[in-house]
Nanobody
């Protein structure tokens, strides 16, 4: 499964970015999709999830109220709108499929399809 993230970059604290994920080989609207991130020296961290059936959304506590996951069925794209960014949000962000909402560490150790990631750097 090919997943391709884009939209990362350098932004000042308090700024915003919108990440995109293209999935040429699957229909995003019918799949559970997730965003994860990994900061230097840290493990993979789940950020958000959107369910494939009803489009229910879920967020890690540390991004709740600041990040919004969405999808565009016509364009077959997944998005992560990130507002009020903090320096601790700096990481490589990945889109993935095949994970449940609130995955356990065990889930994250199993193989699952994800992209190569896009770098987000929050710095003044």
């Amino acid at each position: 499964v090919q997943l391709v993230e884009s939209g990362g970059g350098l932004v000042q604290p308090g700024g915003s970015l919108r990440l995109s994920c293209a999935a040429p080989e699957l229909m995003i609207r019918s799949r559970d999709m997730s965003w994860l991130r990994q900061a230097p020296g840290k493990g993979l961290e789940w950020v958000s999830h959107i369910s494939g059936d009803r489009g229910n959304t879920y967020y890690a506590d540390f991004v709740k109220g600041r990040f919004t996951v969405s999808r565009d069925s016509a364009e077959n794209m997944l998005y992560l709108q990130m507002n009020a960014l903090k320096t601790e949000d700096s990481a490589v962000y990945y889109c993935a499929t095949g994970l449940p909402p609130f995955p356990t560490p065990g889930h994250l150790r199993l193989p699952f399809p994800r992209g190569k990631g896009t770098q987000v750097t929050v710095s003044s």
